[in-house]
């Protein structure tokens, strides 16, 4: 019941969310030709998976102002952490990241969409989707770099500068037994930030001319597969 586990609870169940809004579809793809989706699934799809991977980031970064209390401020943790706090940091990050879906899949699906009608991805994702719109895109495409860049930014700064006080502290302690305790209870969360956020930057940050789907796909199929089987071992 310590506010680590619970907040490994919401970990798992936005790496469940994520993962199962696009594997099972895509494993159905593999096995029954043709490979199609639905005007209204594919909404559905991009709508719930924003969702979920924008949760992840968040909480991820609520884990690590969990582990900066927990090393930094040891005495005050449990008055700190409170069961209320930990509420308000989970479901802060669900009720944000389902506006920001919500507000870009009916940006995206209000547009008309023409020509060829095959995405270019498994899964309906923004980037592959606006290039199937008619109209002028680059409107679509800035709010989905500020949102893209705000989401992965902060939260990524809120994960930095708490494991930089954690690395200050643990820098402090004269025991090598205290230090490895301490690296040992963050080395888990850190590497799990360094892989996810890593593929994250790799493909939302980098302009468009430089976008190659084949190394966005693999990317992706790394994040939302690969990822979400790695976590519970990693842990």
Partial sequence: HSPMYFFLRHLSITDLGYSTVISPKMMVNFVMP????????????????????????????????????????????????????????????????????????????????????????????????????????RELELIVLIFSGCNLLSSLLIVLVSYLFILMAILKMNSAQGRYKAFSTCSSHLTVVVVFYGTLLSIYLQPKSSHTFAIDKMASVFYTMVIPMLNPIIY
């Fill in 34 to 137: 043709p490979n199609t989706i639905s005007y209204n699934c594919c909404a559905t799809q991009l709508a719930l998976f924003e969702i979920f991977i924008i949760s992840e980031l968040l909480i991820l970064s609520a884990m690590a102002y969990d582990r900066y209390v927990a090393i930094c401020k040891p005495l005050l943790y449990v008055v700190i952490m409170a069961e209320k706090v930990c509420w308000g940091l989970v479901l802060t990050p669900y009720l944000y990241s389902t506006f920001v879906s919500l507000f870009l899949t009916i940006k995206l699906f209000k547009l008309p969409f023409c020509g060829s009608n095959t995405i270019r991805y498994f899964y309906c994702d923004c980037v592959p989707l606006i290039s199937m719109l008619c109209s002028d895109t």
